[in-house]
């Protein structure tokens, strides 16, 4: 059981002390290749339902004396952390005040991107999916700034403006963006932007099967090959 915490430094460590109790042996899983993070990513080798266990635990304890704020300068504290499930559990708490996103979030969580805070895909996506994307569902007139996301400089902002509208796509708003980005990263060289290319694609093509296959025939020849591999996965 996660107690009330006096402060939030309080919480977060001990949010860390629960999560290096809860670590186990990898054996021969390799999780560092697997999430393609820096060489100095850690892991404690949790697994999913303990990380969601304890962050449900967590807003719990303090659900009479937190808001959104205090969400966030816990998870600003753990996203730093080298160990991937640090950072997963303070994702995981500001995902449950998802009722209270404002727009100024967005810009906080882009610097989490920029400075190489979510250094693996696992993080990324995760942050897409329980943060970045439900905001802008909330409020679909920051989409926009995806544009400018998917020219920056750091390749994990430049995932997060494509895989950042897959929540925008399955309410079945608004792929005509994901189709101008996707155009925008067929020349990235990174093959992890390609992959999330072609699950943006593919995710668009569920609402509209004809607009993804005369998308994929006009652009064949600057299409990577990985991101077409992805995009008809399921057709």
């Not at 400075?115 to 897409?128: I, K, L």
Request: glycine share 6%.
């Amino acid at each position: 059981m996660f107690h009330p915490q006096k402060t939030v430094a309080a919480a977060a460590r001990e949010a860390r002390r629960s999560l290096q109790r809860l670590s186990r042996p990898s054996g021969d899983f390799d999780a560092s290749r697997y999430f393609r993070g820096g060489h100095d990513l850690g892991f404690y080798n949790t697994g999913t339902k303990p990380i969601r266990a304890l962050a449900r635990a967590i807003c719990l304890a303090q659900r009479e004396h937190w808001g959104i704020d205090d969400a966030m300068a816990f998870a600003d504290s753990l996203i730093a952390d080298r160990y991937l499930e640090v950072k997963s559990v303070g994702i995981e708490v500001v995902a449950r005040y998802r009722r209270d996103f404002s727009p100024a979030l967005l810009a906080r969580w882009k610097r989490w991107l920029s400075r190489n805070h979510s250094a693996n895909w696992a993080t990324t996506d995760a942050m897409c999916g329980m943060l970045v994307g439900p905001l802008l569902v909330r409020h679909p007139e920051l989409a926009g700034q995806m544009r400018a996301w998917s020219r920056d400089r750091n390749m994990w902002v430049r995932r997060a403006s494509i895989v950042g509208l897959l929540p925008l796509v399955r309410a079945r708003r608004d792929i005509d963006l994901v189709y101008e980005i996707a155009t925008r990263l067929h020349s990235d060289p990174n093959d992890l932007i390609h992959k999330a290319v072609g699950w943006a694609l593919r995710e668009a093509g569920k609402i509209d099967p004809n607009r993804l296959e005369r998308y994929l025939r006009i652009n064949v020849g600057v299409i990577p090959r990985m991101t077409f591999r992805y995009a008809i996965e399921l057709i």
